[in-house]
Each structure stands twice: as C-alpha cells, then as structure tokens.
C-alpha cells in the first residue's frame, strides 16, 4: 500500500514538473529522482515555511 501511494505522489510531482525522472536499466531495475528548476525555486518557500514553523513552537 505504502509503495503505490509513494509512487503516486513522486508521478504527480513529476507531472507538475517539479521532479524529474531518470530511469535505469539495469538488474535490478534503478530510478532516480531529481528537483527540476521549477522544484528548486520552491525551496526558499519551504525553508520560510520551516522556519515559521520552528517561530512557532
């Protein structure tokens, strides 16, 4: 259950460019996940968002 959940969540990342996908073949079978730029411009967002958070406590 937990691995189809995971797996949605990285494909719709991936879908709303946020994440992209490398995928490797080889035995056994290997991918790799990456931000694109799109995802990289989020992480100011989300160190505020963190650091609000720690205000808060």
């Known amino acids: ?3 189809r959940y995971h797996t949605q969540n990285l494909r719709e990342l991936e879908d709303d460019k946020l994440l992209k996908r490398k995928v490797y073949h080889e ?3 290997k991918v790799e996940y990456s931000l694109t ?3 990289k411009g989020l992480i100011p ?3 505020q968002l963190k650091k609000w958070g720690e205000d808060q406590m």
């Open 27 to 29: 035995v056994p079978p």
């Open 37 to 39: 730029d799109t995802g």
């Open 45 to 47: 967002l989300i160190e």
């Open 1 to 3: 259950m937990y691995h």
